[in-house]
C-alpha cells in the first residue's frame, strides 16, 4: 500500500485540528432501497454496515443527478448514520427531487483497536532533523471508527520556528506491523 499525499497547513498561533481517516482498499456494494426527498437527504440501505459517520459514494441513482459520485474520481459524500438501514447526507436535499435507486459505494474502516500511531515533521522529505513528533495519547487521539483526530494546541504552534517540513503518519498494529498511511509537506504560515 502506498501513502497517501496529503498536505498539512498549520497556522500559527491556532489550534490545529484534522480528522484522518483510515480505508481498507477493498469497496463495499450495498443496494440502496429507499431515498426520501427530505432536507437532510435520507437513504434506506439495508445492512449497509458502517457504524459512525463515514465517507460514502453513490453510484446509479435516478431523479437527483447531484446524488451521484463516481469513486475514485469525485470525492465522496459525508454520511452519517441513522441506524443500522438508514444513512443521512445532511449536505443535500432532495426535497421537490423524485430520487430513487442506486448503490452505496464505501471503503470499510481500518481497524485500529489496539493500535498505536505516530506523527513526525522532518525538515526534508526523506529525513533530516526532527522538527515536531505527535503520538498516541500525546496529539494524536482515536474519534469514530477508523479515525485519529491530530491535534497541536495553539500554544504549541505559536513556538514553532520553521516554516516547511516533511510528514508522515504511521501506525503500530497489535500485531507489530507498522503501515504508513499518510505523508506529505507541511507549511507553517503567520
Same mark, same amino acid.
Given at each position: ?22 480505508? /481498507?482498499?477493498?469497496? =463495499? ?24 459517520? $463515514?465517507?460514502? $459514494? ?5 431523479? !437527483? ?8 474520481? /469525485? ?7 441513522? #441506524?443500522? #438501514? ?24 481500518? #481497524? ?5 500511531? @505516530?506523527?513526525?515533521?522532518? =525538515?526534508?522529505? =526523506? ?8 503520538? @498516541?495519547? #500525546? ?11 491530530? =491535534? ?9 520556528? $520553521? ?9 503500530? !498494529?497489535?500485531?507489530?506491523?507498522? @503501515?504508513? !498511511? !499518510? ?6 504560515? /503567520?
Amino acid at each position: 500500500m502506498q501513502a497517501a499525499r496529503v498536505p498539512m497547513c498549520i497556522a500559527r498561533g491556532a489550534t490545529y485540528r484534522d480528522t484522518r481517516r483510515f480505508m /481498507q482498499p477493498r469497496r =463495499e456494494y450495498r443496494a440502496i432501497s429507499a431515498i426520501a426527498p427530505t432536507a437532510p437527504l435520507r437513504l434506506t440501505a439495508p445492512g449497509h454496515g458502517l457504524d459512525g459517520d $463515514w465517507l460514502a $459514494w453513490i453510484a446509479g441513482a435516478s431523479g !437527483f443527478p447531484n446524488l451521484n459520485r463516481e469513486p475514485g474520481r /469525485q470525492p465522496a459524500h459525508r454520511v452519517e448514520v441513522i #441506524d443500522a #438501514d438508514t444513512l443521512e447526507i445532511n449536505a443535500l436535499s432532495g426535497v421537490g427531487l423524485n430520487p430513487a435507486g442506486g448503490q452505496l459505494i464505501y471503503q470499510s474502516p481500518v #481497524d485500529l483497536t489496539g493500535a498505536t500511531a @505516530s506523527l513526525e515533521i522532518r =525538515e526534508r522529505e =526523506e529525513g533530516g532533523a526532527l522538527l515536531l513528533t505527535l503520538s @498516541s495519547g #500525546d496529539g494524536i487521539s482515536p474519534g469514530a471508527p477508523g479515525t485519529l483526530v491530530v =491535534e497541536i494546541p495553539a500554544a504549541d504552534t505559536a513556538a514553532l520556528t $520553521w516554516t516547511s517540513g516533511w510528514y508522515h503518519l504511521d501506525i503500530t !498494529f497489535p500485531d507489530g506491523t507498522v @503501515s504508513r !498511511f !499518510f505523508r506529505g509537506q507541511v507549511t507553517v504560515e /503567520q
